[in-house]
């Protein structure tokens, strides 16, 4: 059953060293409160996936949480490289980075394999591209009936899935609205969940086929306002594409970085 | 900033997103990539094709915003858009399912066979031949790697391509396949008739590129007014061919240009308004 | 591009005889109103499609219009049987009728694949089932990394999809509202496809992730008010138990059934 | 209509399906087929679990219907559910996802093992065995087939299984297995560790039975009041085994029979409401 709790005690709680992670959110909703409370807490050794990495797998990367990454895209949209993953990938800094390398069409058949069950994600993808030849995990199968060939990726089932939604109600019913990502994937396939909303509210206030967290589907529910910025949630906030172009200037540079986790990460409490 | 005198003021760039523009119709559904691609699918959109449909990966489908999105994934682009759907659907059902005229990619990296590159940089490191195979796990710059690149490319009818000339851009051979155009020799798409058929047109800051029907080659099919061929393959990295009947592409136009530039100021705009905390 | 149309001219334009067919809406929205003009326009030798085939197909199967059918739940829900399509398997009348027989799970999946651009479906289905032994379609694929059988079936892709819906706006694009089972992926997947609505308006109005399908996914619009009854729409007319229940004894005796035919369906004009 | 004196008069229908409703314990997600499994399972949540979620395969989720629905999809179980999901999604992310604990199902065969058939009757058709492959296609009965049962049955951690208790229903071997209980031989779901645990109890109108633990026969672990073992001796079409500690199944309280009857008159009315035009 879901449980209330702070930010703070969700992660203790849940989130353990050497865990797999999925923090998602495709551009919208990214849980950077509950990503800065995973490295104000030095969880170490986690294999973190996710679609578009972003500033928030930057920061964890460069914090020294993570040894291994899956991921599809991983940039600062529209800005440029994530400098702390580079790093790590290219100088072992602050420590060794091993990746796994996806399409997004590939990580979005594979969250969906693993809502829904299955151990395998069965697309049409990969024709052509060389990805396959580097990432050991993409097999063919064929198709009994038309003979095509088709790309085979494992499932995803994270041991903690993290996601930020817009509210949730007092029973622990989750709404996630605009663009939901692979949210519902995320939570549905890992074996533990933490979702951070905005506020709780008395009701959800939903049409009929909205997208809706039932709350025995969640383990932990921490209010978490701001929780996605620079991130945006909509209906509450803009995305701060400012922060995201200011983000390469800091990022760029160990010893910015390293004084901007002190200050903006570390120097705060929990929320 | 180059400007060329005709109708009317422009810069490269700007003839570049024209251009691209145009390629787009009022009735075809493209599927937009991120930067270059989206500037000119919504110049197209606020032009002469009120009606095209931009879908972005990010699950909005029939988007129209009034500001460029910096990412994939802006709010602009779930509020302006028809409705919003899963990034698993937006890939199972509207990509895969056959739904999208047009891919409309950026790259880092481009060959001969419009095969592209956005995962490594890497041919001048010392362990790395042409192959990505082997320069792939200690790249020189590691790029953001496909995103959606792999599968728009072969689950869309047809796949536009816009990037800016250099040699830097414009290899023989890129150094790893993240997106097939048509494959090493020009043939990965042959026999296989679930794929769409690729890369139909190249537009640049200098010219406007087709693959030869029989070889796949990219050949110069149109050049930008004011650039020679001599400019081309100055900034190619392999022996260029330019088409028997070479064309000079058409010039923007007054209300093109100020419909990009307004664009960009709304933009520029936009994402400036907020500082860091 | 979507044409706004008559029912009687949709049917006619898009609905050809031995065309393979599905009229979907699970309980909810079932395009009755469509149904009824295939059987005025004297449509023959069709392959019907329907997960739970309801009143709605034992109609067209009575009339005569249908040589094959898939399904997974054929009854009357909550009532009984099916008499026309028993009378039809049972004892050729009014024609031979061809069945496939699957599971929801296996025609969901299949909807999925189909709308998906998949040749095939995959799923943890039919373990210790004896259909596989009577249904050739069934086959089973081993997953390349966990070993585990997996049941696999070819996608539906209907030549045509026909669904009815809450309504559409004046460009085109559908609103489908309540249970919407699997309509979408039966417009998406068909190759033509027949949306009726309850009205057309000026504008949608609708949250962020509604199911809305844009004027392009479309072949023809037809406006049919009441067009799902005695099935319901949400937000319109609510679903006629009583109906079904009364169908019962309709439908059980041939000549009751061709009475009914000939005032219910053939006196009616085109909607 | 029989009647039993106890604390209060009720049927044995009554009896059967309070039974029922008792098994679902107010934290478990139950997938609720329609007719006896509903009634019971809205009976439980009237009563003493007010919290049991309840799910549909029309896709709704988490339904709390005032009547009881006639069919799968009556608009009343989307009106009042938290959330209404796709079909195929229901069967995907929410059944074969691992989200449900019990699939509370109802049949018109079962067997020793706890197969069901919902597809054909067939035993005496001249040309049937007792395999479903030969009798099937010239069945005696045609019924409905099999719906949401056979994956539900292995996608659902456990199963419920009512039915109204008579020797046409039970049998010995069913004629068809529509949805697997424990298989021809009792071992259908040995070494499948990805499949749920199957059927742990089924509730009759005369008694409950449970699967032994080692030979998955079902055997009789509690008789209802009133009900002797010849009873079920006499309606069933097995040599059916009685639990060595036999129990008596509680009667039905006086809520929860003013529960039960005041929904079924709510649901009475609520389908006749209309005349056929």
Same mark, same amino acid.
């Given at each position: ?37 995973? *490295? ?232 | ?217 990219? *050949? ?58």
């Amino acid at each position: 059953m879901t449980k209330f709790m702070t930010l703070k005690d969700a992660v203790a709680t849940y989130v353990k060293d050497g865990d797999t992670i999925s923090l998602e959110g495709f551009t919208h909703l990214i849980p950077f409160a509950a990503g800065h409370e995973i *490295i104000r807490q030095k969880r170490r050794n986690l294999s973190l996936i996710r679609m578009t990495p972003d500033l928030i797998y930057d920061q964890l990367v460069g914090a020294g949480c993570v040894r291994k990454l899956t991921f599809s895209w991983g940039g600062n949209p529209g800005v440029g490289s994530l400098h702390r993953v580079r790093d790590a990938i290219e100088h072992e800094y602050p420590c060794k980075l091993e990746t796994v390398e996806h399409s997004h069409a590939a990580m979005a058949n594979a969250y969906e394999a693993g809502a829904a069950g299955l151990p395998l994600a069965v697309f049409r993808g990969y024709v052509g591209s060389e990805l396959p030849l580097v990432n050991k995990e993409i097999a063919t199968i064929t198709c009994p009936f038309s003979g095509e060939q088709l790309a085979a990726i494992p499932s995803i089932k994270p041991d903690v899935g993290i996601i930020h939604a817009q509210k949730a109600d007092r029973a622990g019913n989750v709404l996630i609205e605009g663009i939901i990502g692979v949210q519902k994937e995320v939570v549905l396939s890992a074996k533990r969940s933490i979702v951070t909303v905005e506020e709780i509210v008395d009701d959800l206030d939903v049409t009929p086929n909205a997208c809706v967290l039932p709350a025995w589907t969640v383990d932990a529910i921490a209010v978490a306002p701001e929780g996605a910025k620079p991130s945006y949630t909509l209906g509450y906030y803009d995305r701060d594409n400012n922060y995201y172009k200011q983000w390469d200037n800091i990022s760029r540079d160990r010893d910015s970085f390293n004084q901007w986790l002190e200050s903006h990460v570390f120097g705060q409490g929990d929320v | 900033m180059t400007t060329h005198n005709d109708t009317a003021q422009y810069t490269s760039s700007e003839m570049m997103t024209i251009t691209a523009a145009r390629a787009l119709s009022n009735d075809m559904t493209c599927f937009v990539g991120i930067g270059l691609p989206s500037e000119a699918a919504n110049v197209a959109r606020l032009t002469h094709a009120p009606d095209v449909t931009l879908i972005y990966e990010s699950g909005t489908l029939q988007t129209k915003p009034d500001v460029l999105p910096l990412s994939i994934g802006d709010g602009e682009l779930c509020e302006s858009a028809l409705t919003t759907v899963s990034v698993p659907e937006m890939f199972r059902y509207w990509l895969q399912g056959g739904h999208i005229d047009v891919g409309f990619l950026g790259t880092a990296q481009i060959d001969r066979f419009a095969n592209l590159n956005t995962t490594v940089i890497a041919a001048n490191h010392p362990e790395s031949g042409k192959n990505g195979a082997h320069s792939y796990a200690n790249p020189k710059v590691r790029l953001p790697g496909g995103g959606g690149a792999p599968e728009i490319s072969t689950n869309a009818k047809e796949v536009f391509i816009t990037v800016k000339h250099s040699k830097r851009t414009f290899v023989k051979d890129v150094d790893f396949i993240t997106t097939i155009g048509f494959g090493r020799d020009g043939k990965g798409r042959d026999n296989l008739p679930t794929i769409g058929r690729g890369p139909s047109v190249v537009i640049t800051d200098l010219c406007i590129l087709k693959p030869d029907p029989a070889t796949k080659e990219l *050949i110069v099919t149109s050049l930008h007014p004011g650039t020679t061929k001599q400019d081309v393959i100055d900034a190619t990295g392999w022996e260029i061919k330019f088409a028997d009947s070479l064309e000079t592409t058409p010039t923007p136009n007054e209300k093109e240009l100020q419909v990009l530039r307004e664009l960009k100021a709304r933009t520029e705009k936009a994402h400036s308004a907020q500082e860091i905390k």
